[in-house]
């Protein structure tokens, strides 16, 4: 029999503990011999709950206990999860875990550990919930080069997003009714900001590139500046604006990576992802585009990820080859300003001929203007060439010589 | 180092051999161990081949070499890939197939031959090309009772879809076009009449509820009744046809099964699925709706899934635990006529109110009536509520006193 103890009794722990009791008799069946959870860890007393006799509050207890295998890690953040599972894995016991934060900060060198100790260290539930990512990379397209990765990472934006595209919301009344539903926390940086984002786009990129990124090196913009003026012109041509992480293959061995909203043309699979479900969209070189979809959070989605890594983590004893990555240095990530894409760039000028006219003495024949129902007359908005970050930089220097620029967006085109 | 032989150089054992050594160095590093492909058996001659002296005539070649672990079933059909993939397993082989026909026909079977000679019996490439989902399906997804799955299982016919939604083409100037392009073959009648979807969904049914489900029990109907009338109706309901797969779990552990035409509202996942575009659909009852989505057919795609699977199944040795099913019997599935669903329905008439009054007698409150850019004056299309197969028809049959049925649709909830 695999015991196994769960580390925090939050939302998600206590989802864990549901999900698995709920579905023992199938788990058992999957993973090829009988389970059950001996510990849960939480500072908190649960007196009344069905499993008051396994709470515990020293985390000694699991780890001095050679009966435990598996450790389930889901407090989140860093502290003090990370000397959780860093003695767990050095004790020879393998972890679960959905903390995100961790994985970002810490990833290569848990994996590194889990390799020396033999022990495999699963963290499905760190990105996209419910929905099989990690797994699928590692284990399903291994036939493939990934050159290219990308995805709507975080429920929470992409909610507000929806809101303001199909109800014509403003972002601070679409931000409040999201917390009102619960899907953004009282103090939401940490989504809208774009940093939830940018730890799972840093775990799918060392997934998939083979080296640890860190959320330092990732170039990330929440949307915040995002207008319902933004939504109105770019729904004039055919698109949406969703916060994308993502990173792609360059020369030398680098990639490039980023989170910033950005302006989705609607024939591609992401732009009709709507509200809180998540979207990730792989591109293989010999698959082509495959995307998972599903909700990306959530108590029941993301327990029964980690479920199906304790199963995982009982049937296959000892570290899991293909899902690791080497520690990096910083070169690792290309500078942000060599990035390559199209622009939206929204301006107002009193003199909106004279700023045309400069708009496309700037950025050339391709430049393409937009329309919107609800057009300001003093207001311009156009798409731009791909080019260089760098040189985006520039030209808009140049053009606020004769304009106000009152809105940049990426143009990406998956 | 594990040998490898690829059975069949058709456009996926073509494919096959060209993934497998164009990422030969990157596949040897997640098997863990050297391999090659020792052996391609093909009853032509490919002299100019790279590979030509791995050519061979006669499959006892590749039975009885010890040396090959893994043989990869890309032939088709069942005769002769039966007896191959059957003799290959008993001598203690693993075998990995893009094969539809063969698993849905023989999968209960093989899987129990696999099981008992201990080696691998995969197929990710049978359903869904280069999506991943057989494994998603039993290494993600196992902490979820899943009581609903359904998909766009076939690219032919959504292509063709897509072209008469899109396009406004008929049937058969969109047929014309996909052959055209080599998406549909001269006989297109497995694609167009549903039986590669059945397939599909066959295999997926079996893995998702445990007992094998048999083409012969599947209701399935394909696209040639779909007319243009019908797509612009549908559109007006802000929805899309689609040519479905999908099974239910039922009370009584029995299941229903399906493969038809249905209406997919355009908030649906599967609504946004176009051109040769596969997606399948997976409800689970802790992850909610997960979907995958990528190429549902094509050389690379698919060679891609049968990579994968030989890597998986060098690395792997043993039979995976999750992946089997039982032989079932008839009563598995239950009869359709006892299947649920809204129904749309077009009709006309030479008088078209008393035909309208007669439908809302007949159908009840809660009939929705449809219009259409181009309606004609003696035509009415109208949805109806949710009611069994057995008695949509018995309504339709009342109907046809005033009125003659041009089409029906059935209207699903993904």
Redesign the interface.
């Known amino acids: 029999m695999a015991k196994i103890a769960v580390l925090g009794y939050g939302v998600v722990g206590s989802g864990t503990v549901e ?2 009791y ?2 023992k008799e ?2 058992e ?4 011999e009988q389970l059950d959870i001996k510990y849960i860890l939480d500072v908190r007393d649960f007196p009344d709950s069905p499993y008051a006799d396994k709470f515990v509050k020293d985390f000694n207890v699991i780890l001095n206990d050679p009966e435990v295998s598996v450790v389930s890690e889901v407090i989140g953040g860093i502290k003090p999860a990370y000397d959780f599972v860093k003695s767990a894995l050095l004790a020879g016991k393998s972890v679960v875990t959905s903390n995100k934060e961790l994985v970002a900060a810490k990833g290569a060198e848990l994996l590194k550990i889990a390799k020396e100790k033999n022990v495999n260290f699963f963290f ?1 539930a760190s990105v996209g ?4 990512i990690i ?2 990379i ?8 990934i050159d290219d990765i990308a995805g709507i990472l975080n429920g929470t934006t992409n909610f507000i997003l929806t809101k303001m595209i199909r109800d014509g919301m403003g972002f601070d009344e679409a931000l409040k009714t999201a917390q009102e539903l619960g899907y953004a926390e009282r103090n939401p940086a940490a989504d809208v900001e774009g940093t939830d984002a940018c730890r799972k786009i840093c775990i799918l990129a060392s997934l998939v590139f083979g080296k640890h990124v860190y959320p330092e090196s990732v170039h990330t913009e929440g949307i915040t500046k995002v207008t319902l003026e933004d939504v109105e012109y770019i729904d004039s041509y055919d698109a949406k604006i969703k916060l994308i992480g993502c990173a792609k293959r360059s020369e030398g061995d680098k990639i490039f990576i980023g989170v910033f909203p950005a302006v989705i043309r609607n ?1 591609s ?1 992401l732009s ?3 509200d809180v479900f998540n979207a990730i969209l792989v591109r ?12 990306g959070a ?1 108590k ?2 993301t ?6 890594d304790i ?2 983590a009982v ?1 296959h004893a000892g570290t899991s ?2 899902l690791t990555w080497k520690d990096s240095e910083q070169s690792f990530v290309r500078p942000f300003e060599e990035f390559r894409c199209a622009n939206y760039i929204r301006l107002c000028a009193d003199n909106i001929k004279a700023a045309k006219d400069k708009a496309g003495e700037i950025f050339g024949d391709k430049i393409e203007f937009l329309s919107s129902k609800k057009q300001h007359d003093n207001e311009l908005a156009f798409i731009t060439d791909v080019m260089t970050e760098k040189e985006t930089l520039n030209a808009c220097e140049k053009l606020s010589e004769n304009a106000k620029i009152l809105g940049r967006i990426r143009v990406l085109d998956y």
């Open positions: 999900v698995f709920r579905n199938n788990l069946k999957k993973a090829g499905e919930g419910g929905i099989p797994k699928p590692h284990t399903c397209l291994e036939a493939n080069e024939e699979q009709g992802v709507n293989g070189d010999a698959t082509g585009d495959v995307v998972f979809y599903g909700k959530g029941l989605p327990a029964s990820a980690v479920v199906s199963v995982s049937k080859r293909s």
